[in-house]
């Protein structure tokens, strides 16, 4: 949407609402994008570079002052676009890379690491995303800026930023030409006790991980 077009409609393009809008929707429709596997190659780099920039939006929603709602309850947005479909695609398309181990609180002593899914990560981030994104379209701007102000502590800001580390990883690992330590026996669908925080693993090259996603290593 251009300035003029704002303008016309009364909406300010300086305004904080309409910023932070237009950072969630070009998070939205390039993770979507990313998502059909068109070019598997620029995959991990694109991904790191769009979750930064939607973690500069949520550090501007922390730092703000807290944002009242204009209504007491939530009113209803209506059904939402299930996230499965993209879950799935984003499963497929980092599969050498998508499970990681994860700290949820790093303040909580001896907190043990947990298997997670950066394909599971992005889907949820975006799942909260697209119910603020329904307000704002719906003209609800303070509860837009409300609920993902909201969901931003309470969810998608860690959630981002974990998947942000697990991305920034591989692609150091990668550049580096740094062996990545395979974690035998990483699966989400169990938890990790202490006993299994140490991994016998081989190595895997960093040239197994960037061959199948086309990540240009470090020369």
Do not use: C
Request: aromatic fraction near 8%; hydrophobic fraction near 40%; glycine fraction near 8%.
């Amino acid at each position: 949407m251009s300035d003029a077009t704002l303008h016309a409609t009364g909406r300010n393009p300086d305004d904080f609402a309409v910023q932070i809008a237009d950072q969630v929707e070009s998070f939205l429709v390039a993770v979507t994008e990313v998502a059909k596997g068109d070019e598997p190659a620029s995959a991990v780099p694109f991904l790191l570079l769009e979750v930064s920039q939607l973690l500069l939006a949520g550090g501007r929603l922390g730092a703000h002052e807290d944002v009242v709602p204009d209504e007491r309850y939530e009113p209803d947005p209506g059904p939402e676009p299930d996230a499965d479909g993209l879950r799935e695609n984003l499963a497929r398309l980092l599969e050498p890379i998508d499970v990681y181990s994860e700290v949820f609180d790093p303040y909580e002593p001896r907190k043990a690491p947990v298997p997670a899914r950066i394909s599971d990560d992005l889907a949820d981030v975006i799942t909260d995303l697209r119910h603020g994104m329904v307000h704002y379209r719906a003209g609800r701007t303070s509860e837009a800026l409300w609920w993902w102000q909201f969901s931003y502590f309470s969810n998608w800001g860690s959630t981002a930023s974990a998947t942000l580390r697990a991305l920034h990883s591989v692609l150091a690992h990668v550049r580096l030409n740094q062996p990545l330590q395979e974690l035998d026996g990483l699966d989400t669908d169990q938890g990790l006790g202490d006993e299994a925080l140490e991994f016998e693993a081989g190595e895997v090259m960093a040239q197994e991980i960037a061959g199948p996603l086309g990540i240009k290593e470090a020369d």
